[in-house]
Nanobody, 127 residues
């Protein structure tokens, strides 16, 4: 019943910007973790950014300072603002949500706590 739908992916040149959106429905947890993950070509999925219900964020080192994760509670939408994009940022980006009830610390790696996933949106950065 929980649905996550990503949008906003596309092709940009290195140094450009892109904003991804994740529309969330049927999700009623009051204490939760939301996040963005990506899979580069031929690579294993990798965490990008996460945010908890209090707005606390965490980023992988390679995107810190360039990417910003945020959420709009009224629109039930998760965002990922990506700036100064690099070719190594290329991949399929997925949004995910856990089952709630955590301690407020959100993990960046893929694990069983993230039970709900979107279908992914392609991001391609050319050099």
């Amino acid at each position: 019943q929980v649905q996550l739908v990503e949008s906003g992916g596309g092709s940009v040149q290195a140094g450009g910007s892109l904003r991804l959106s994740c529309a969330i429905s049927g999700y009623t947890y009051s204490r939760y973790c939301l996040g963005w993950f990506r899979r580069a070509p031929g690579k294993e999925p990798d965490g990008v950014a996460v945010i908890n219900d209090y707005g606390r964020t965490r980023y992988i080192g390679s995107v810190e300072g360039r990417f910003t994760i945020s959420k709009d509670q009224v629109k039930n939408t998760l965002y990922l603002e990506m700036n100064v994009l690099k070719p190594e940022d290329t991949g399929i980006y997925y949004c995910a949500a856990d089952s709630g009830g955590g301690d407020g610390y959100c993990f960046l790696h893929v694990n069983d706590k993230y039970d709900y996933w979107g279908q992914g949106t392609q991001v391609t950065v050319s050099s």
